[in-house]
């Protein structure tokens, strides 16, 4: 007996669109989770998308902040981002590059633009550790556009692996907590593509140029640029483009089901704990 297409293809459960802010020392960006309207979708605690090509909407960047207990990652598409931190780490992100951040016990950092004009774009989306992995020794994983596998599945579809694996290549971040994917798909005009998501991960697609159709039949949900996609009700994605290209994210990632205090760059389990983070950053113990 086949499947119902209903209970086998991911659906968009909700739609969203994000909310304009800014962050840092006045960096205009749209947060899309981490707002009102979808405050989380654990693990994944905040997805900011930034691009602009007016350097006064992010030539501020971001001044020394700190972040305890969970991990900020940092996709760049365009544009070239330093960042610094009070342990002696210190890196570039160039175009294509991804910085996955495992902020752990905490430390204190900048990412401050490297150029005065020309476009600035990307993600960041913070993604949860579970209790036993919060005051773990901060860690980075930081590649460039080379580093990052890029596969062809199918004729018009392009996807860059950066975590999780597909058709046998993996991305080049590891974390098992939270067993994370994160693809960037670009589809020609015309092209669709199905992809199985890890069964019982939480899941959602974000379109970032063009429109994408997704989901399978008369399900199917168009998602125009700067919208974002809930995934679930069935494991296998799929995406089509209509009558020109598109390019999304697909992020998928195990969820942690754990109790979240938040307070800022602090996301713990308990109101003890963020208190705790406090004390610990004033008397300088990240
Ligand atoms: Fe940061």
Do not use: C
């Not at 430390?107 to 036993?132: D, I």
């Not at 994605?237 to 979240?260: D, H, T």
């Amino acid at each position: 007996m086949n499947t119902p297409v209903s209970d086998r293809y991911a659906r968009a459960t909700r739609t969203l669109r994000g909310q304009a802010t800014s962050d840092g020392a006045g960096v205009r960006l749209t947060r899309v989770i981490g707002g009102p309207a979808l405050p989380d979708l654990d693990p994944f605690l905040l997805l900011d998308e930034f691009g602009t090509d007016r350097p006064e909407d992010y030539i501020a960047g971001f001044p020394e902040h700190p972040h305890r207990g969970f991990e900020t990652v940092t996709y760049m598409l365009d544009g070239r981002m330093r960042h610094r931190d009070n342990h002696g780490n210190e890196g570039l992100l160039t175009p294509g590059s991804v910085q996955w951040m495992t902020a752990g016990r905490g430390l204190v950092h900048s990412e401050m633009p490297e150029q005065q004009e020309g476009r600035m774009r990307g993600f960041q989306l913070w993604v949860n550790l579970p209790a036993k992995d919060k005051m773990t020794a901060p860690r980075y994983q930081e590649f460039p556009a080379d580093d990052i596998p890029e596969v062809q599945p199918s004729a018009g579809v392009s996807v860059k692996v950066i975590a999780g694996e597909l058709g046998g290549t993996r991305g080049p971040i590891s974390q098992p907590a939270t067993d994370p994917l994160y693809f960037d798909i670009a589809l020609d005009a015309g092209a669709s593509w199905e992809f199985p998501l890890p069964e019982g991960h939480s899941a959602f697609a974000y379109v970032f140029e063009g429109e994408a159709d997704v989901g399978e039949g008369s399900e199917a949900r168009r998602l125009e640029t700067h919208e974002l996609a809930v995934l679930g009700g069935g494991n296998v994605f799929k995406a089509g483009a209509s009558g020109k290209p598109v390019r999304l994210i697909l992020v998928a990632g195990r969820p942690l089901r754990e109790p979240v205090a938040r307070y800022g760059p602090f996301v713990m389990n308990t109101k003890q704990e963020i208190m705790q983070a406090f004390v610990d950053f004033q008397e300088g113990r990240f």
